[in-house]
C-alpha cells in the first residue's frame, strides 16, 4: 500500500500495490507511475537522494541569480537618477 497526494483533488488516498503501473530506475531518482483512485489519471512520483541534491542546487542557482539581478536592477536605477 502506498499513501499518494492527488495533485488534482489534493487529497490523500491509501492506494494498492496493484494501482502501480510502472517503476522506472532513473541515475538520479525513481519514478513510480500509480493510477490514482480518487480522479482515475495515472500521477508519477518521483524519489531519490540525487533528486533531493539537484532541487537544492537548482534552488539555490535561482536565489543567487535573482539577488544578481536585484543588484543589477538597484545599480540601473542609480544610474539613470530613479530613485529605488
Do not use: F, K
Amino acid at each position: 500500500m502506498l499513501l499518494i497526494t492527488c495533485p488534482v483533488t489534493r487529497t490523500d488516498e491509501l492506494v494498492a500495490d496493484r494501482r502501480i503501473r510502472s517503476v522506472v530506475n532513473h541515475p538520479s531518482h525513481v519514478a513510480v507511475h500509480v493510477e490514482c483512485p480518487q480522479c482515475g489519471a495515472v500521477h508519477v512520483y518521483r524519489t531519490g537522494r540525487r533528486l533531493e541534491q539537484a532541487r537544492t542546487r537548482l534552488a539555490d542557482r535561482s536565489a543567487a541569480q535573482a539577488a544578481v539581478a536585484a543588484a543589477a536592477a538597484t545599480a540601473r536605477a542609480a544610474r539613470v537618477g530613479v530613485p529605488a
